[in-house]
Structures are given as C-alpha cells and as structure tokens.
C-alpha cells in the first residue's frame, strides 16, 4: 500500500499554486475567461433579437467548442514540463533530496496547477454568470453551474494527461512535443471519425440525414474534449447536436453517468500512468 502524507501533498500544492500567482497566469487566465463568456453572451444575445446578452445556456452551448479547446490547451501549457523540465534543470533532484515521496511530489503539482485552473475558471465565468443572472435572468442556472464543474474537471483531465508525459518524458523539448501531439489530436479527432465514416460506406447525405452507425457515438469515449461537450449539454438537459446543415440525436447509451464516468477514468488512467513512470524514472 502507498503511504502518503497529505501535508507534503498540500505544501507542494500550495508552492505550485502560489508560484504561478505570482507569475501573473491566474490573474491573466481570470480575465480571460470572463472576457471569453460576456463576448459570447453578447453574441448568443444579438442571435436572439432580444436582450444585450444572451441566457446562460444559450451562451454556454455557443462558447462550448472554444472552452473545450481553450482549457485543455491551458492545463497542458501548465503541466508540460512539471517533472521534464525540473529534471533537466536540477530542481527535480532538490525537491527529492527533501523527505517527500515521489507520488506526493506529483500529487502536489497535480493539485496545485489544478488550483489555478479552478480559482480562475470558478472567478471567471463565475463573475461572468453574475453579469448575465442580472441581465437576463437565472434561467439554467442549474446546467451553468454543471457547465463550470465540468470545465474545471477537464482542466484536471489535461494536467493528469500532461504530467503523465511530462514523467515519461526524458526532456523538456520532447514533453512540448507530446503535449502538440496530445492537442492536435484533440482537434483532429472529429475530423478522421468523418473519414473513418465516408471511408467505410457512410455517405454526406446519410450524415445530414443524422443515420450514423452506432460506432460512430461509441467513439465519443476516446476523446476527452468530445466527453465534455456531450456532458455539457447533459447539464442542460440538450439531447440534439446541432450543426449548420443538420443534427444529431444523442443516444440514450451516452446517459450523463456514462459520460462522467468516463472522464473519471480519463483521469484516473494517466494520473496512476504517471506516478509509474516517476517512479522509475532516475534522477
């Protein structure tokens, strides 16, 4: 059995945490992502014809697919070169000189880069949902709320991912190089589900149609961002991607349990993949 000593875990969150306040990230990523869900909301309000700013749900289902690239971008920029680039520096074989076990050393990082994404994601589109609530009402204020746990949950996602390859990693440039590729899958994902479809006998006319082959939403389990959205629009009870020229139904197998579950284990699986490879990593 591990034994782990929640004191270190929380000094060495607290250092992480503190670090990147006085480096201004929680101060930049805050106004970030108020000035990311008002500029929406304005947006989803002159859709609408109504109000200067739009409902929360309307504002969080426009914004969704920038957020879903936007915070995993920012949990692997922070967690990229966590155990990499202090082992290449040095600092790595000073924190371990210490009494502190590798896995709370993890552990710490994890939590405290974590709360950076937390802090400012919960102040950020926090202030941002007070903004809209005193505009336009607190209509969905129940999926809004969803809306922020969850972002703030595929922020922990991408840190587990990225710290995972940071300790497999023997270097700091190829870390960077992992965390590109870790991204760019993400965003590239969709595009060869289309060409997996059109290649194996699926037609433009039978995807518009919203007549996809169960695989198809199957998939959606590999692709944490993807996970994210559909249990977003959980939150809101949404049961219907749209998209410009036609829509999909989300099957009753993609329940919003299956979908948390399954970002629960795309958490879980890197975290515990990471504490294997620091482990046997030499210092």
Do not use: H
Not at 32 to 59: E, K, P, W
Not at 91 to 112: M, N, Q
Not at 135 to 162: A, H, W
Not at 176 to 200: C, N, Q
């Amino acid at each position: 059995m591990i034994s782990i000593n929640p004191r270190s875990i929380y000094t060495f969150a607290k250092k992480e945490f503190l670090d990147n306040i006085r480096n201004k990230w929680f101060l930049l990523l805050t106004v970030l992502f108020i000035i990311l869900i008002l500029v929406f909301s304005y947006v989803a309000g002159g859709q609408t014809g109504g109000d200067t700013f739009g409902n929360m749900q309307n504002t969080v289902l426009l914004m969704m697919s920038i957020s879903s690239i936007l915070i995993p971008l920012i949990a692997i920029i922070l967690g990229f070169a966590t155990i990499s680039g202090e082992a290449e520096s040095g600092a790595l074989y000073v924190v371990l000189s210490y009494p502190i076990r590798r896995i709370e050393v993890l552990l710490g990082k994890l939590f405290g880069l974590g709360a950076v994404i937390m802090v400012s994601i919960f102040l950020g589109f926090g202030l941002g949902g007070i903004v809209i609530a005193v505009t336009v009402g607190t209509e969905s204020f129940g999926g809004y709320l969803g809306f922020i746990l969850l972002s703030i949950f595929v922020g922990f996602i991408y840190l587990s991912l990225s710290i995972s390859i940071s300790a497999y990693c023997k270097k700091r440039i190829t870390s960077i190089l992992g965390g590109l590729i870790l991204f760019f899958w993400g965003l590239i994902y969709g595009t060869v589900l289309f060409a997996i479809l059109l290649a194996t006998g699926g037609s433009y006319d039978s995807l518009f149609a919203g007549d996809v082959p169960e695989w198809f939403f199957n998939s959606v389990v590999f692709s944490p961002q993807d996970l994210y959205q559909t249990a977003v629009q959980r939150a809101f009870g949404v049961s219907t991607i749209q998209f410009e020229n036609f829509s999909f139904e989300i099957p009753d197998f993609l329940s919003t349990p299956v979908v948390v579950i399954s970002l629960i284990i795309w958490f879980i699986i890197p975290l515990i993949l990471g504490y294997i490879f620091f482990k046997r990593r030499d210092i």
